[in-house]
């Protein structure tokens, strides 16, 4: 097993995305026991994420072209597909209008999904990028997205009109 981010539930108990299958660990912080939930899309490649509030995991998954949330108090996965063939998403983040921004190892691109419609937005960036980990500051009128791109050795901001 390959683990690729760890995150911690409101009660302490420890989820990890498994890189190296379809699954999503759990380490339950009373006994120790350790328990997968398999994530509906085959070869998905869980990278990085988050936990929320709520206790969801919102992650990516890298070879499945799409992101994901675990419901971790019921145990239900929700999938987005991203609009590009193999965009690599690399790590998730949700911001305070639960949308959820990605940024792509392969595509140059930052997508934008609406988990209520399921609408994306793509922005195309204006030179070659290869984003890791991303953020969104919430704290201005519309959430504001940062990334840094490996390729380019930059740090950038997405400030969306609408």
């Not at 019921?74 to 940024?103: C, H, I, M, R």
Request: some cysteine.
């Amino acid at each position: 097993n390959s683990v690729y981010g760890v995150y911690a539930d409101s009660k302490n108990n420890v989820f990890f995305c498994d890189f190296s299958s379809d699954k999503i660990g759990r380490v339950d912080a009373k006994t120790g026991a350790v328990s997968f939930y398999q994530i509906p899309t085959p070869h998905a490649r869980p990278r990085r994420g988050r936990m929320d509030a709520q206790d969801r995991l919102w992650f990516a998954e890298w070879r499945g072209d799409k992101v994901g949330m675990l419901d971790t108090r019921t145990g239900q996965f929700k999938e987005w597909t991203l609009p590009s063939k193999f965009p690599a998403p690399y790590d998730v983040v949700v911001d305070k209008n639960e949308e959820l921004w990605t940024g792509n190892d392969n595509d140059d691109r930052i997508t934008r999904i609406d988990t209520k419609t399921g609408r994306t937005i793509d922005y195309l960036m204006p030179h070659e990028i290869n984003v890791r980990r991303v953020f969104v500051d919430n704290a201005t009128a519309r959430p504001t997205f940062w990334a840094g791109s490996n390729h380019t050795a930059s740090i950038f901001k997405l400030e969306p009109l609408q």
